[in-house]
């Protein structure tokens, strides 16, 4: 899934209604598609690149553990692995748009959002130890490439096309 033009503009909503201007962090994953969950059934391989890889016998086939860019499972295999990973950290999937996760406190009101599209990932929330915490987690577990403290970030941030910046 990759997260709906007014699934981004209720995120940013409730990221400024809520006051979560200064705990809000923007982020680009870096190989993504190679951080996928295992490939299942029946294996698959691939030659290797016209250019070849350095060090390799240009004959070599090589047996694929992962989808890779390209191939049709990628995309899922993806998406299950970082949604599974966020939901082990107390978020659970909107009924809205499953790029959203909602992490609410025991009155159900909601403390963190995290917006995903592909490989790019904001998340917001109560200014707290645990969700400090949660966006740490969310760093070590998968290679960032870019990761922005959208509040200091003077002249913006683009995600999904979109050029977004804090205005007071």
Known sequence: PTVQHT???LFLHCVVSFGWLDN???????????????SEGEPLFMFQPKQ?????????VFKL??????????????YESLSGFIKQLGYEVSIIDPSLFIRRNID???????VI?????????????ENHERAEKLREQFP???????????????YCGKEISIRE
């Open 7 to 9: 699934t981004l503009m």
């Open 24 to 38: 809000w962090k923007s982020g680009d994953i870096s190989s993504a598609f190679l951080q996928g969950k295992k």
């Open 52 to 60: 070849g890889i350095p060090g390799v016998d240009s004959r070599q």
């Open 65 to 78: 553990n992962r989808p890779v860019y390209g191939r049709p499972d990628a995309p899922r295999a993806w």
């Open 108 to 114: 159900g009101s909601p403390t963190s959002l995290i």
């Open 117 to 129: 599209h592909v490989d790019d990932l904001m998340i917001a929330g109560e200014n707290t130890r």
């Open 144 to 158: 960032f490439g870019e990761w922005d403290d959208v509040s200091e970030k003077t002249g913006g941030i683009t």
